[in-house]
């Protein structure tokens, strides 16, 4: 009797056993689930000019950005991630050299990890009249620290700690694109430059319909406290980005408050090297 129990006790929990490993067997033959691309990584090319207002000036043409992104498979061990090359200019152009008193340009090439979105590797140039300064960084994920070197005018390296995942001054941009925003989102970012790190704040404070060269777009408003005596930005100031509210996560306008007078910044074209 004993044994006629055990054994109806008994063939039910092995059949279970067998089902479950079958399953597990089957779902272990299944390729892991697609990931969805970034709206940049099929080669975006944005283009934004920035005017600037102050008394009596208004709307005099100073600057142009620049922000290109393309992206690669490379090989790393088993694994065959996916990387981005970004670059981002800025210079000015217009009256800015006649009410600044000189001419600047900003170049920076970004090389970041798609998942988890995270810079890698920095190469920097800041140009202001007759002066240069050459900057470049690598990340070192394992150890994570830092090695930044400055080539010109001052050679030297600083090697610095930083917390996961960090992000250059391009590349948390990026950042921000990757991140479905709605009113009230509020985080911290890491952003490293120029050999220190800081904790950037990000606030989504507004939901608003703009005209743009896209047509009518829905767009979050956000705010990185990119200004204060311990910020990114030693100076006072306020900085807004727009950032249309779908899929591609294109900022479309931006707004720097500083002493000097107020810089509205407005995107003029975006084309794509692939197809969507």
């Known amino acids: 009797m004993i044994r006629k129990r055990l054994i109806r006790f008994c063939c039910p929990v092995a059949a279970l056993l067998v089902l479950i490993g079958a399953v597990s067997f089957a779902l272990a033959q299944q390729p892991p689930p ?6 940049f990584e099929r080669g975006e090319e944005l283009v934004y000019q920035a005017e600037f207002s102050r008394a009596l000036l208004r709307g005099v043409d100073v600057a142009e950005f620049r922000f290109k992104s393309t992206s690669e498979h490379i090989s790393r061990g088993n694994d065959d991630p996916v990387v981005l090359h970004l670059t981002g200019d800025v210079f000015s152009k217009g009256l800015f050299p006649k009410i600044a008193g000189f001419k600047f340009h900003q170049h920076v090439e970004s090389v970041a990890d798609v998942e988890p979105f995270t810079v890698l590797h920095t190469n920097k140039i800041e140009e202001q009249g007759k002066r240069s300064r050459v900057l470049e960084a690598v990340f070192n994920h394992d150890t994570h620290k830092a090695l930044w070197t400055e080539h010109n005018p001052n050679p030297g390296s600083i090697s610095i700690d930083f917390s996961d995942p960090i992000q250059d001054v391009l590349t948390v941009i990026y950042f921000l694109r990757t991140r479905r925003l709605a009113v009230g989102d509020s985080f911290d970012v890491p952003v490293s430059d120029a050999g220190r790190v800081f904790r950037l704040s990000v606030k989504a404070v507004e939901q608003k319909e703009l005209t743009t060269v896209l047509g009518k777009v829905k767009t979050i408003r956000v705010e990185p406290a990119l200004f204060g005596d311990t910020a990114l930005v030693r100076a006072r ?18 707004q720097l408050k500083v002493d000097i007078g107020t810089f509205d910044i407005k995107l003029k074209s975006v084309s794509y090297l692939q197809p969507q």
Request: aromatic content about 4%.
């Open 34 to 39: 697609q990931r969805t691309p970034l709206p």
């Open 237 to 254: 100031g306020a900085l807004s980005i727009w950032i249309t509210d779908d899929e591609r996560r294109l900022p479309v306008r931006a």
